[in-house]
């Protein structure tokens, strides 16, 4: 397997939306349309990445900051590519590329019927905050 990681760019969409809606408990709304990706990835163009095995976009991280905090989306790596080690090099580029932005935290939102994912980020230890809520607004 000859799997190239590198920097998300704004053509690799196509490719990563596919993979997004390929993968039971990732939640997509209208953040996740073209021109907002666009958006984010202008905002954020050193800190998310993709995997790719050829011309196929196998794995994605999305990772931004409020200038305070990390955030992290769509770690998502398809099926049959997972227990490889992948999603674990998406997330270490992402955290490090975070970091060098000189921020301390990260944050993650998993969906919590996602017990896959919930187990991903345990296992890597994050750890599960019980002491807040999130709460949201349509604008």
């Known amino acids: 397997m000859a799997v190239e990681i590198r920097i998300m760019k704004a053509n690799d969409y196509s490719g990563s939306l596919s993979l997004w809606q390929s993968l039971p408990g990732l939640g997509l709304s209208g953040a996740d349309k073209e021109d907002a990706i666009q958006r984010f990835l202008e905002k954020?163009?050193?800190?998310?990445?993709?995997?790719k095995d050829g011309r196929k976009i196998i794995g994605t991280v999305l990772g931004g900051s409020d200038g305070r905090r990390g955030y992290i989306y769509h770690l998502v790596v398809y099926k049959d590519y997972?227990?490889?080690?992948?999603?674990?090099?998406?997330?270490e580029k992402c955290?490090?590329?975070?970091?060098?932005q000189g921020l301390q935290k990260c944050h993650i939102f998993v969906?919590?019927?996602?017990?896959?994912?919930?187990n991903f980020w345990i296992k890597f230890g994050w750890l599960l905050?019980?002491?807040?809520?999130v709460m949201s607004k349509d604008l």
């Open 82 to 91: 997972q227990q490889q080690g992948l999603g674990r090099q998406l997330l």
């Open 129 to 133: 905050r019980n002491d807040i809520l």
């Open 111 to 118: 969906i919590s019927s996602n017990i896959e994912g919930l």
């Open 44 to 51: 954020n163009s050193k800190t998310c990445f993709v995997a």
């Open 95 to 100: 955290l490090a590329a975070l970091k060098a």
